[in-house]
C-alpha cells in the first residue's frame, strides 16, 4: 500500500503564489508518473500538470508560465509551484504518483486533497 500526503494549501490572494507539496511513502519499488489534478465547486475534475521520471512536463493550458511541477525522486515528492493565482485557480487540488511493483505492475495512487482558494 502507498499514502501520499499533500500540503502547502490555503488562502491567496490574487497574483500571490503557494508551493504544494506530496510525499509518497509505503510499498514503493519505483515511481513513474507524478501530477496534480484539482476539481472546483460543480465541476469535473482536471489535470493539472505531470511529470515523467525523466522529468518531461505536461501542463493544462489554463496553468501554462504560471505554474511549475517538479519532483525529489530521492524523496519520493512531487511539488506544485503556483504563481500569478487567479480566483478560478480556486479547487481541491490532489497528487497523483504511478507505482511500479516489483513484478512490473503498475498502480495508481492520489492523495487527500488540500484545498487551494484564491481571493482577496
Known amino acids: 500500500q502507498v499514502q501520499l500526503v499533500e500540503s502547502g494549501g490555503g488562502l491567496v490572494q490574487p497574483g500571490g503564489s503557494l508551493r504544494l507539496s506530496c510525499a509518497a511513502s509505503g510499498s514503493i519499488f519505483s515511481i513513474n508518473a507524478m501530477g496534480w489534478e484539482r476539481q472546483a465547486p460543480g465541476k469535473q475534475r482536471e489535470l493539472v500538470a505531470t511529470i515523467t521520471s525523466g522529468g518531461s512536463t505536461n501542463y493544462a493550458d489554463s496553468v501554462k508560465g504560471r505554474f511549475t511541477i517538479s519532483r525529489d525522486n530521492a524523496k519520493n515528492t512531487v511539488y506544485l509551484q503556483m504563481n500569478s493565482l487567479k480566483p478560478e485557480d480556486t479547487a481541491v487540488y490532489y497528487c497523483?504518483?504511478?507505482?511500479?511493483?516489483?513484478?512490473?505492475?503498475?498502480?495508481?495512487?492520489w492523495g487527500q486533497g488540500t484545498q487551494v482558494t484564491v481571493s482577496s
Open positions: 497523483n504518483v504511478v507505482v511500479l511493483t516489483s513484478t512490473g505492475l503498475k498502480y495508481k495512487y
